[in-house]
């Protein structure tokens, strides 16, 4: 018995190992590039270590406003989302309301719907609008994956609330906004928490709407890498942005990483 | 049992206003320019259903939509069962649950444009880790020319790219099983393939249904990733649909462009209403 434990335990360890190791390697060619000059310079020689990459982020103007871009329209993002999100999803866990699950089919359709389908009219939309070339654009278009899926996390974390909390504290008097204020949103800070983490991971990376969004101004880090590409590629530079553009979430995922496993109680409408 | 109360519309209405700005005036938007010739959108005539059976009748429409089917299903039957097997590896211990997760969920965070450079320099024959170890075992250094090869390439890519969100969902599914169960499991002496398949997988389900939905329709329409590899070729072997859409858009064909996003629109919603309805079918099932 111990003999086939061990055994399981080990092929455990080695199918975890190998998955570790292929996850890691494009990051490690990604990293080990962004320390080599790939253009010839005068202070360092083609192929050579240097730094002098990551300090190309600092000096670029572009760069640095694509940064400062990113996060704001990954903020915006997020303070859009959840607020719509949470009494979304507490309506989806608790109430029953006529077409609710057709409302809930509807949004899981737009989830998956490809930004590319909807490229054009959103451009159009959004440029009589005026909010093309702004960040404020990208934070509302990526509502449209963000939204259904934070609703989705959130209601999943409303429904391992046990149901008996909002009946008591509907007998001690509270009103239901008042229990969602007071009781509830404690209870789900860590949703809270994950879903914000979400809303940055996908919105962060995307790079559909975040083109046709930003023409000549408000361009993200991801279009950033993109003006980078030209007949002369630097491509030490932009490995090395990509890894400074890694950084944030990174950050976040540590963390995040002990409330990433927990909840997702995944319920049903 | 929920109650039955219409206020509930009063807590949805802000999502519904959000998503239908963005997403159902866009739509509506779409379907209507479906129906008409436009060279500026200012002069449009009415067509009606041409630009539909110009694209259901074309052989590269159906080819594309048999490429990415096949696409889709090779992903999925790959990054499904290796997200489950991955996620039942993670250790019990803490400490390594919070690195081993944090380290695996990396690949989500590279913006996408750069998932097909980072691939192609790992594949570098010159100075690609990858590419130089696999020059050795008889990959060749041509390999665009290939189709078997970009197709694995391509696979791996998105393998690489998207397995982590399989193992997050999953794990987290896993956490929700009490501890008891196992307890009890193992008082009747159950083997460790009994314990999946009687106390882990069904606590799965749900959020499989969930993983297999996203990764699904995200992969059948995958199309930032895919074009940088090899521009779609050798031959054409990698045009997927979404990509044929990019190549319309970008051509300004505005009618064309806007019939083929509602045929896609209308595949996006075959498939929810199948999600929605494996959905109900697994909670009556659990219910019973």
């Known amino acids: 018995m111990t003999g086939t434990t061990g055994l399981i335990r080990i092929v455990k360890a080695a199918l975890l190992l190998a998955f570790v190791v292929f996850v890691s390697l494009p990051l490690v060619q990604m990293t080990m590039i962004s320390f080599v000059a790939t253009l010839g310079h005068p202070d360092a020689e083609l192929g050579a270590f240097t730094l002098r990459n990551y300090r190309g982020i600092f000096t670029d103007p572009n760069l640095r406003s694509a940064f400062a871009n990113s996060i704001a329209y990954v903020v915006i993002n997020i303070c859009i989302t959840v607020p719509v999100a949470i009494p979304a999803a507490y309506a989806f866990s608790r109430l029953s309301f006529v077409g609710d699950k057709h409302l809930f089919l509807a949004f899981i359709a737009f989830r998956i719907t490809p930004p590319v389908v909807l490229t054009l009219p959103i451009f159009q939309l959004f440029s009589s609008l005026g909010i093309v070339n702004s960040v404020f654009g990208i934070a509302l278009a990526h509502c449209l994956f963000n939204l259904p899926i934070s609703i989705w996390i959130l209601q999943g974390f409303i429904s391992a609330v046990p149901r008996e909390m909002d009946e008591t504290a509907f007998l001690d008097g509270y009103s239901r906004r008042r229990f969602i204020w007071k009781i509830l949103l404690p209870l789900i800070a860590p949703g809270i928490a994950v879903t914000a983490f979400f809303c940055f991971m996908f919105s962060w990376v995307e790079v559909v709407f975040a083109r046709i969004l930003t023409t000549t101004n408000g361009k993200p880090i991801s279009m950033a890498l993109n003006a980078l590409f030209g007949f002369q590629t630097d491509i030490g530079l932009v490995m090395a942005v990509t890894v400074a553009s890694m950084l944030p979430g990174a950050a976040l995922l540590f963390a995040m990483r002990s409330h990433l496993s927990r909840g997702f109680k995944i319920g049903q409408v | ?288």
């Open chain 2, 1 to 288: 049992m929920k109650e039955r109360d219409n206020t509930g519309w009063i807590f949805v209405l802000p999502a519904v206003l959000v998503l239908g700005l963005v997403g159902l005036v866009p739509l509506i938007t779409v379907v209507n320019y479906s129906f008409f010739e436009i060279f500026i959108l200012d002069a449009r005539f009415w067509i009606g259903m041409e630009w539909y059976e110009a694209i259901i009748g074309s052989g590269r429409f159906w080819a594309s939509f048999g490429r990415s089917t096949l696409f889709s299903m090779l992903i999925l039957s790959v990054q499904i069962p290796l997200g489950i097997a991955i996620a039942l590896c993670i250790p019990r211990r803490k400490m390594w649950v919070g690195i081993t997760l944090a380290v695996v969920a990396l690949p989500l965070l590279v913006p996408w444009n750069m998932i097909p450079s980072l691939w192609l320099a790992l594949l570098n024959p010159d100075s690609g880790i990858l590419g130089r170890g696999l020059g050795a075992v008889g990959w060749p250094a041509d390999w665009k020319l290939s189709i078997p090869h970009t197709w694995a390439v391509l696979v791996a890519m998105d393998v690489w790219h998207w397995t982590s969100l399989v193992v997050i969902l999953c794990y987290s599914a896993l956490t929700t099983i009490p501890a008891s169960h196992y307890q009890a499991a193992a008082i009747d002496g159950a083997g460790p393939w009994q314990v999946f398949r009687h106390i882990q997988l069904p606590q799965l389900y749900h959020v499989l249904l969930m993983a297999v939905l996203l990764r699904f329709m995200d992969s059948f329409m995958i199309y930032t990733e895919a074009f940088p590899i090899n521009a779609g070729g050798p031959d054409g072997a990698t045009m997927f649909l979404a990509v044929d859409l990019g190549e319309e858009i970008k051509a300004f064909n505005y009618g064309p462009s806007a019939a083929r996003s509602v045929i896609y629109f209308l595949i996006v919603l075959t498939v929810a209403y199948s999600f929605s309805k494996a959905q109900s079918k697994l909670s009556e099932r659990q219910a019973a």
